[in-house]
């Protein structure tokens, strides 16, 4: 029996998650990117001004859905580099620069650095939805 199967890079897609501080919702969004897509996406996210700290309330949100987004780290948008299939904004308007991508959307998702616990679930089950779908019209 031969395998027939794809290289395993053939086909894999490229998405970034950009917003300004990289320690919440960008990160949510990767980690939710890593979760749906598995080996056929390769998920990354970064800041325009990255703050060099994961969120606590975002690593313990991530947590109740079996996720350790404590092993992520706050990076720049100058430690990522190449083309991407999707780049996806979260709200920072004029303050996430240009990336090469085939495709650009901004999501417009509120910082929930500073909201209750309810507040900052629904934006994280949000950014989960959006996730999901985004990489199905992959």
């Given at each position: 029996m031969s395998d027939l199967g794809e290289a395993p890079h053939a086909t894999m897609k490229r998405v970034l998650f950009v917003c300004v501080e990289n320690s919440n919702r960008s990160?949510?969004?990767?980690?939710?990117?890593?979760?749906?897509?598995?080996?056929?996406?390769?998920?990354?996210?970064?800041?325009?001004?990255?703050?060099?700290?994961?969120?606590?309330?975002?690593?313990?949100?991530?947590?109740?859905?079996?996720?350790?987004?404590?092993?992520?780290?706050?990076?720049?948008?100058?430690?990522?580099?190449?083309?991407?299939?999707a780049v996806i904004t979260m709200g920072c308007g004029d303050q996430c620069p240009w990336v090469p991508t085939k495709r650009r959307e901004d999501w417009g998702l509120p910082d929930p650095k500073h909201m209750d616990d309810e507040g900052y679930r629904q934006v994280r089950d949000d950014i989960a939805q959006r996730v999901r779908a985004l990489l199905t019209s992959l």
């Amino acid at each position: 029996m031969s395998d027939l199967g794809e290289a395993p890079h053939a086909t894999m897609k490229r998405v970034l998650f950009v917003c300004v501080e990289n320690s919440n919702r960008s990160q949510m969004a990767e980690a939710f990117a890593h979760i749906y897509g598995g080996n056929a996406v390769e998920a990354f996210s970064a800041g325009s001004r990255p703050s060099g700290v994961i969120n606590p309330k975002a690593v313990r949100f991530m947590d109740e859905l079996g996720y350790d987004l404590s092993r992520h780290a706050s990076k720049s948008l100058d430690e990522v580099s190449g083309e991407f299939d999707a780049v996806i904004t979260m709200g920072c308007g004029d303050q996430c620069p240009w990336v090469p991508t085939k495709r650009r959307e901004d999501w417009g998702l509120p910082d929930p650095k500073h909201m209750d616990d309810e507040g900052y679930r629904q934006v994280r089950d949000d950014i989960a939805q959006r996730v999901r779908a985004l990489l199905t019209s992959l």
